[in-house]
């Protein structure tokens, strides 16, 4: 499985972006598929998943960012709402291996990882 995320960029606090995660390969729709974030100095930490129907987001995007996926376009998206400074990062789109139903927030248990793009949230 290969990612390719985009539609990162520049916005003011209080406004939206959406990040795409476009994949090639075989069995994506099945794969729990999921977000990522690293600000500068810190760690790469969990933002949301889907698996399936199900969502999964952090705490501190819950309410505020939704995922969500387009099977027959093979991508997911990030729709990211009432942005905050503290949401500048690179944010990295992610894939688990195949047969896995379940979401992990840990960083070490994903598979497939894209390229990431950029989100700069001005205040």
């Known amino acids: 499985v290969q990612l390719q995320a985009s539609g990162g960029g520049l916005v003011q606090a209080g406004g939206s972006l959406r990040l795409s995660c476009a994949a090639s390969?075989?069995?994506?729709?099945?794969?729990?598929t999921g977000w990522f974030r690293q600000a500068p100095g810190k760690e790469r930490i969990f933002v949301a998943a889907?698996?399936?129907?199900?969502?999964v987001y952090a705490d501190s995007v819950r309410g505020r960012f939704t995922i969500s996926r387009d099977n027959d376009k093979n991508t997911v998206y990030l729709q990211m709402n009432s942005l905050k400074p503290d949401d500048t990062a690179v944010y990295y789109c992610?894939?688990?291996?195949?047969?896995?139903?379940?979401?992990?927030?840990?960083?070490?248990?994903?598979?497939?990882w894209g390229q990431g793009t950029l989100v700069t949230v001005s205040s």
């Open positions: 390969g075989r069995s994506f729709s099945n794969r729990v």
């Open positions: 992610a894939a688990r291996g195949a047969g896995i139903t379940v979401v992990n927030r840990s960083k070490s248990q994903w598979s497939f």
């Open positions: 889907i698996s399936g129907d199900s969502t």
